[in-house]
């Protein structure tokens, strides 16, 4: 049912030809057709920075979901596949680390060692592993009471092999799901992360920053801040629609049929 | 049954461990807590002052023994000081964890009572307008940026509608009703987001088994077999939910206290970050983790009392 599946990205692939413009002059109302979306307090054009700061945003979400699924995964093989005291570990540990306030914990490592773009991609990636491996681990148990890893064992394969082989393509779907949807959760806290004040420095333009900048003018210059807002809101919702999309269409006969 | 609450009492009791040395780990990542306490002196710090401060602080032992000695202090309520007004913080926490607790279980009761009923009237009436309006609420909830619902919602109802007022909780006495309304929408849609959602997709699944067929059979009315069941999923739902919620809660209000100007802990953890207030930091963060821990644990103890067919 969910088969528009629409990508809006409001990132230009031309964006090299665009250069954000850091002149001085006053702002002005959003209705200009020399600055499409309007400027931000100090004159910046608002459509520049938003599509410049979809890079950072992109760029961050992007490497530590990878990262994320990375890690996630693996540990939700490993921790499936051999169960007993190693899974007990694995998840016991996943539990633990859901427990702390990430948020909190990332703005004191950033206050500690500053903020820079691997900085954090390290901190999301950070965030970003924990569904993985609870979602994997699940699929794996499942997967592995299947006939064909027993033939697999019987035939004497290694568990390397019957681990990426066997195993792994049978939580692919899972996994590209999880991983769809994660990407607009990190976008997301990205997004807070620099509200806060503990993104990506500034000159550079990030999607949560712009926000905060706008803050002070909300009477005269609503724009300023509701629009990059709206912006993360057209990036994350497609995201979603594209996952859940994915989801019914690797499964439509899952228990999930509430989105038919 | 008693087994599984003593496990998960220890569980419980690791975490938070755990979580104490993260949160003492991180915190002297920031640095030698002297830098801030010590008055400068020209070039540098007074020589003598900063070894008698490094005894008394014990930074000059292996950093076990300093954790130890933290723990020491935090379990008897020693917190150290605000940086900024020099006032012990084990009496500045008390104050504003009210305003704090007072925001997360307004707005989780908003998200209750509008998501769940919510949820099931989509499921009963798909493809109706019901079914739309909870989709639709429960992808904003899931997409929207909280601190920007808050920023869009101060926008609209305070500086263009001027209906409601804009930050803080005012100092009428009795509960601000039109202060919390405002944040409790903004915290609150990610949970109702989350309900409608999961209700939802329980009532669906419920209302195509078996034994609601067999109901139907016999004769039952529709109303009694839609309510019956509604309300069973409406009280397991927000168990299932909790833990995912409560850590939801944390980071929301983190952003509709920042927003809002809310005098709660979350804003006063933010303020500590952007005034390097090291101190109040790592009392608020212990504040949380240790609020989250306990309250899953209780939650997963109701949990198994509500619904007998788990077992650990």
Same mark, same amino acid.
């Given at each position: 049912?969910?088969?528009?599946?629409?990508? !809006?990205?409001?990132?230009?692939?031309?964006?090299?030809?665009?250069?954000? #413009?850091?002149?001085?002059?006053?702002?002005?109302?959003?209705?200009?057709?020399?600055?499409?979306?309007?400027?931000?307090? +100090? %004159?910046?054009?608002?459509?520049?920075?938003?599509?410049?700061?979809?890079?950072?945003?992109? /760029?961050?979400?992007?490497?530590?979901?990878?990262? %994320?699924?990375?890690?996630?995964?693996?540990?939700?093989?490993?921790?499936? @596949?051999?169960?007993? @005291?190693?899974?007990?570990? !694995?998840? #016991?540990?996943?539990?633990?680390?859901?427990?702390?306030? =990430?948020?909190?914990?990332?703005? +004191?490592?950033?206050?500690? !060692?500053?903020?820079?773009?691997?900085?954090?991609?390290?901190?999301?990636?950070?965030?970003?592993?924990?569904?993985?491996?609870?979602?994997?681990?699940?699929?794996?148990?499942?997967?592995?009471?299947?006939?064909?890893?027993?033939?697999?064992?019987?035939?004497?394969?290694?568990?390397?092999?019957?681990?990426? =082989?066997?195993?792994?393509?049978?939580?692919?779907?899972?996994?590209?799901?999880?991983? /769809?949807?994660?990407?607009?959760?990190?976008?997301?806290?990205?997004?807070?992360?620099?509200?806060?004040?503990? %993104?990506?420095?500034?000159? /550079?333009?990030?999607?949560?920053?712009?926000?905060?900048? %706008?803050?002070?003018?909300?009477?005269?210059?609503?724009?300023?801040?509701? !629009?990059?807002?709206?912006?993360?809101?057209?990036?994350?919702?497609?995201?979603?629609?594209?996952?859940?999309?994915? #989801?019914? =269409?690797?499964?439509?006969?899952?228990?999930?049929?509430?989105?038919? | 049954?008693?087994?599984?609450?003593?496990?998960?009492?220890?569980?419980?009791?690791?975490?938070?461990?755990?979580?104490?040395?993260?949160?003492?780990?991180?915190?002297?990542?920031?640095?030698?807590?002297?830098?801030?306490?010590?008055?400068?002196?020209?070039?540098?710090?007074?020589?003598?002052?900063?070894?008698?401060?490094?005894?008394?602080?014990?930074?000059?032992?292996?950093?076990?023994?300093?954790?130890?000695?933290?723990?020491?202090?935090?379990?008897?309520?020693?917190?150290?000081?605000?940086?900024?007004?020099?006032?012990?913080?084990?009496?500045?926490?008390?104050?504003?964890?009210?305003? *704090?607790?007072?925001?997360?279980?307004?707005?989780?009761?908003?998200?209750?009572?509008?998501?769940?009923?919510?949820?099931?009237?989509?499921?009963?009436?798909?493809?109706?307008?019901?079914?739309?309006?909870?989709?639709?609420?429960?992808?904003?909830?899931?997409?929207?940026? *909280?601190?920007?619902?808050?920023?869009?919602?101060?926008?609209?109802?305070?500086?263009?509608?001027?209906?409601?007022?804009?930050?803080?909780?005012?100092?009428?006495?009795?509960?601000?009703? &039109?202060?919390?309304?405002?944040?409790?929408?903004?915290?609150?849609?990610?949970?109702?987001?989350?309900?409608?959602?999961?209700?939802?997709?329980?009532?669906?699944?419920?209302?195509?088994?078996?034994?609601?067929?067999?109901?139907?059979?016999?004769?039952?009315?529709?109303? $009694? $077999?839609?309510?019956?069941?509604?309300?069973?999923?409406?009280?397991?739902?927000?168990?299932?939910?909790?833990?995912?919620?409560?850590?939801?809660?944390?980071?929301?209000?983190?952003?509709?206290?920042?927003?809002?100007?809310?005098?709660?802990?979350? &804003?006063?953890?933010?303020?500590?970050?952007? *005034?390097?207030?090291?101190? $109040?930091?790592?009392?608020?963060?212990?504040?949380? *983790?240790?609020?989250?821990?306990?309250?899953?644990?209780? $939650?997963?103890?109701?949990?198994?009392?509500?619904?007998?067919?788990?077992?650990?």
């Amino acid at each position: 049912m969910a088969s528009f599946s629409f990508v !809006i990205s409001p990132h230009d692939p031309l964006d090299h030809n665009l250069r954000s #413009r850091n002149i001085p002059p006053m702002f002005q109302e959003g209705g200009s057709s020399k600055h499409i979306l309007g400027t931000d307090p +100090i %004159g910046r054009d608002l459509l520049s920075r938003l599509i410049h700061g979809s890079r950072i945003s992109m /760029t961050v979400a992007l490497i530590s979901l990878v990262v %994320g699924t990375l890690v996630g995964a693996s540990l939700g093989l490993i921790a499936g @596949y051999f169960g007993g @005291y190693i899974d007990e570990v !694995i998840t #016991r540990i996943v539990d633990i680390w859901a427990g702390l306030p =990430y948020i909190l914990i990332a703005m +004191i490592i950033v206050g500690a !060692i500053g903020a820079s773009l691997p900085t954090m991609v390290v901190l999301m990636a950070l965030i970003a592993w924990s569904p993985f491996v609870r979602l994997v681990r699940g699929d794996v148990l499942v997967l592995k009471e299947l006939e064909y890893i027993s033939a697999a064992k019987i035939a004497g394969a290694s568990n390397l092999r019957i681990l990426s =082989y066997h195993l792994l393509p049978g939580t692919i779907n899972t996994i590209i799901v999880v991983a /769809t949807f994660s990407v607009g959760q990190m976008i997301l806290v990205e997004a807070f992360l620099s509200f806060l004040g503990a %993104g990506i420095p500034p000159p /550079t333009p990030a999607w949560g920053s712009m926000i905060a900048d %706008g803050r002070q003018y909300m009477r005269q210059a609503w724009w300023v801040s509701v !629009i990059p807002g709206i912006a993360i809101f057209l990036v994350t919702a497609s995201l979603s629609l594209l996952g859940d999309w994915l #989801r019914d =269409y690797f499964d439509p006969k899952l228990r999930q049929r509430a989105w038919e | 049954m008693r087994a599984f609450i003593i496990r998960r009492f220890f569980t419980s009791l690791l975490a938070l461990s755990v979580a104490t040395m993260v949160i003492f780990g991180a915190s002297r990542l920031l640095g030698d807590p002297r830098h801030n306490l010590l008055p400068q002196q020209g070039y540098g710090f007074n020589e003598v002052e900063w070894k008698k401060a490094g005894d008394k602080l014990h930074l000059n032992d292996p950093i076990p023994i300093q954790y130890a000695y933290w723990v020491y202090d935090v379990v008897r309520g020693d917190f150290g000081q605000d940086l900024i007004d020099r006032h012990r913080i084990n009496k500045k926490i008390v104050p504003r964890l009210w305003p *704090t607790a007072m925001l997360a279980g307004f707005s989780w009761l908003l998200a209750t009572l509008i998501g769940i009923p919510l949820g099931i009237l989509s499921a009963v009436k798909r493809n109706t307008i019901w079914d739309l309006m909870g989709r639709i609420v429960a992808m904003l909830g899931y997409s929207l940026p *909280t601190f920007w619902v808050g920023i869009l919602l101060i926008l609209i109802f305070a500086v263009w509608l001027r209906w409601l007022p804009a930050a803080t909780m005012g100092t009428g006495g009795g509960f601000p009703l &039109r202060h919390i309304i405002l944040p409790a929408i903004t915290l609150g849609w990610v949970a109702m987001a989350g309900y409608v959602r999961l209700v939802r997709s329980s009532m669906l699944e419920i209302m195509d088994s078996e034994y609601i067929k067999l109901a139907r059979a016999k004769g039952v009315s529709e109303n $009694v $077999v839609i309510w019956k069941h509604g309300f069973r999923n409406a009280a397991i739902a927000p168990l299932t939910y909790g833990g995912l919620l409560l850590a939801g809660l944390i980071t929301g209000s983190v952003a509709a206290e920042t927003v809002f100007a809310w005098p709660g802990i979350a &804003r006063w953890a933010v303020e500590a970050i952007w *005034t390097n207030n090291l101190p $109040v930091l790592v009392a608020t963060t212990l504040v949380f *983790t240790v609020a989250y821990i306990v309250l899953n644990f209780l $939650v997963d103890i109701l949990y198994v009392f509500v619904n007998p067919r788990v077992r650990y």
